[in-house]
């Protein structure tokens, strides 16, 4: 009897194990798939499919695990990719309503960081009914993740690309931090990470290679970062390039939440480029203080990647403010070094277009010393000669493309710039430039020879650039003014110079042939020199290097182009030229009609003079010069010095030449070309 009661009693207990058994073994997870997918969606705000299916194995701890996870784009393309995830329960924390994974696996997981994954939903997420409240008195659901380890992944970002082999984080109770530990690989450099999170937004991560070490720690309100870099050569071939020069390197930032956003605190950077100093430090709040110390420059040029100039005694100082959003106030910015000194102010912009506004000073500049050393020149094979006549006007490029990328507002002051032989002195003007649409407004300089004030525009924003300049100066020593700028000059003496020129194109050719305008210059009491000397003294002696010059007056008006002068006069110790004509500047033609009247060896010779060919050949023609002399009607009457000057400065009044006495006659003069040599050839 008892034997019976006890196997009744075993039955009564089998029965329902083996019908809970059989329903364990019966069940299929993968009939909730859908369900899934949409809480899924639900919380990632965007398609998510499990194409591998649903499994699961029974047991004391029940392994739940899904197959090809893919999670979809805002671009269309997958955000996110999962070979494999299985998640392991423990069954006891059910009873109390907590849903406890002592383990969750992540295999293989291809994550896309670009903001075109994730810059909003690639699908209205499924609409699926809310889940049911809990009954009144009744303890919500908690969910407990133990530990989370990662195995194969890849985090790319643009061409950039993590891999994180192995990465674990593990919590040894409801509640208490999660300790993170693995490794990582980027551009072939292996990581050690550590950290730790703790609630509710708190987070501690470490990454060391190398001997060096980021560290970051971050909370709600306030996040620190510190870097040390005791050998930044080791790191040469992740960045591209030797990295010796900078010198150990530490830096601290601290940043903290306020009314207005995050904002940057406490900074500090040391490093020491070349042997020198560099130092970034908090002074203020708010204010960043730099200093440098560098006892040459040309040592950073691995790290640069070029030549840099060889500038030696290097001292800088300048405060940095934030200045609103994406600006930066610079203050007390001063410079020293063998090529001279640079101070100023004024706000850095750097967003949403890079920018500066304000005002620099120097009380000397060298030019020279601020250009890197020329780059060794290689053999080439002689240029083959161009097709075509020959041309003075070079064919230059005209590139303002760079006006485009920033805006400025800068007004300047130079005491002295130098460059070789030229020397500029009282530099003052003021820049502006906005996305290309740039002016000078004025630029005032002194040469050795006087002051010249110059107005200029550019404008780079049209497909064809164009240019206009404007300005001159009064009373400069015309040769002495000239060479300040590289140039040759046709005499000396003082001048009054004036232009107001424009044109637009892709070269200098095409400027010049496009060339609008106007220019005039007025010489006086000066001496012929250069290429008109050289031209002039064919003639006669008297028209020598050197000769006095009483006036010289030019004037042309230029319209599309073409250069029509409508004053040409000297007036010099052998008698008169004047004249008018027409250049064009597309091909350098020349068509001009000059009158001379000279007094040579005692004999006064008045007949017109024709002058074609171009500028690199003009060309007399001795037939209308030979006709002019022998006969024919006669030459109008030519100007005076005082009507020629006023014309040559456009109606205005202005010193006049000194007299002169008479000149004694000369020689017989040999024959020749008259313009040969004029423009130095």
């Not at 034997?3 to 809970?20: D, I, K």
């Not at 040769?479 to 004036?498: E, I």
């Amino acid at each position: 009897m008892r034997r019976a009661l006890l196997l009744a009693a075993g039955l009564l207990l089998a029965l329902p194990l083996a019908a809970l058994l059989g329903l364990l073994l019966a069940f299929d997870p993968d009939r909730f798939r859908p369900e899934a997918e949409r809480a899924a969606a639900r919380a990632l705000g965007r398609e998510v499919r499990i194409e591998g299916g649903l499994s699961w194995a029974p047991g004391l701890a029940p392994r739940i695990e899904a197959a090809r996870i893919v999670v979809a784009g805002a671009d269309g393309a997958p955000a996110l990719r999962l070979a494999r995830a299985e998640l392991r329960l423990a069954l006891a924390p059910l009873l109390s309503r907590r849903i406890e994974v002592t383990e969750l696996v992540l295999e293989e997981g291809v994550l896309r960081l670009d903001a075109a994954a994730w810059a909003g939903p690639a699908a209205p997420p499924p609409v699926a009914p809310p889940a049911p409240a809990a009954a009144r008195g009744e303890t919500p659901l908690a969910l407990d993740i133990r530990r989370v380890l990662l195995r194969g992944w890849r985090l790319s970002h643009g061409a950039e690309l993590l891999e994180l082999p192995a990465l674990r984080a593990e919590s040894p109770a409801p509640g208490a931090p999660v300790a993170l530990t693995g490794g990582a690989v980027w551009r072939g450099l292996s990581l050690a990470l550590s950290g730790e999170l703790a609630p509710p937004a708190r987070l501690r991560l470490a990454a060391e290679a190398e001997g060096a070490l980021l560290a970051l720690e971050a909370g709600p309100d306030a996040a620190r970062a510190r870097l040390d870099l005791p050998e930044p050569g080791r790191f040469s071939a992740l960045a591209g390039r030797p990295l010796e020069a900078l010198g150990p390197v530490a830096a601290e930032a601290e940043a903290r939440r306020g009314p207005g956003g995050w904002a940057l605190g406490a900074l500090s950077l040391r490093a020491a480029p070349a042997g020198g100093r560099l130092e970034v430090r908090t002074a203020g709040e708010g204010v960043f203080r730099l200093e440098l110390a560098l006892p040459a420059l040309a040592p950073l040029a691995p790290l640069a990647g070029r030549a840099l100039p060889a500038l030696t005694g290097i001292e800088g100082a300048a405060r940095l403010a934030p200045e609103g959003a994406g600006r930066l106030a610079l203050r007390g910015l001063a410079l020293r070094a063998s090529a001279g000194d640079l101070a100023g102010e004024g706000i850095l912009a750097l967003a949403p277009r890079p920018g500066f506004s304000g005002a620099l000073r120097s009380e000397r500049l060298d030019l020279a010393a601020l250009r890197p050393p020329p780059a060794a020149a290689t053999p080439a094979a002689p240029a083959a000669a161009m097709p075509g006549p020959a041309r003075v006007i070079p064919d230059v490029p005209v590139d303002l493309s760079v006006l485009r990328g920033f805006d400025a507002d800068l007004a300047f002051r130079f005491g002295r710039i130098e460059d070789g032989p030229r020397v500029l002195t009282e530099v003052e003007g003021r820049f502006v430039n906005a996305a290309g649409q740039a002016r000078l407004e004025p630029l005032a300089l002194s040469l050795p020879g006087g002051r010249l004030s110059l107005w200029a525009t550019a404008d780079a924003a049209r497909p064809i650039p164009a240019l206009q300049m404007a300005g001159g100066g009064q009373g400069l020593e015309l040769a002495a003014f000239l060479r300040g700028l590289g140039a040759g000059a046709p005499s000396d003496g003082r001048a009054d110079l004036a232009f107001d020129l424009r044109g637009q194109g892709r070269g200098t050719r095409e400027m010049a042939a496009s060339l609008t305008g106007v220019f005039g210059l007025a010489v006086i009491d000066g001496a012929l020199g250069g290429g008109l000397a050289r031209s002039l003294g064919q003639l006669s002696p008297q028209l020598a290097q050197g000769v006095a010059l009483s006036c010289l007056a030019l004037r042309g008006e230029a319209e599309g182009g073409v250069l029509r002068f409508s004053t040409l006069f000297l007036d010099g110790a052998a008698g008169r030229i004047g004249g008018e004509g027409v250049v064009r500047l597309a091909d350098e033609t020349l068509a001009l009609r000059l009158l001379a009247d000279l007094r040579l060896g005692g004999v006064r010779l008045r007949a017109p003079v024709p002058v074609t060919g171009t500028l690199a050949q003009p060309r007399l023609e001795g037939a209308g010069l030979l006709a002019g002399a022998l006969g024919g009607a006669p030459p109008p009457p030519l100007p005076d010095c005082a009507g020629a000057l006023r014309a040559a400065r456009g109606g205005a009044e202005g010193p006049l030449p000194a007299p002169r006495a008479a000149p004694e006659p000369g020689p017989p003069p040999p024959g020749g070309n008259l313009l040969r040599g004029l423009l130095g050839r």
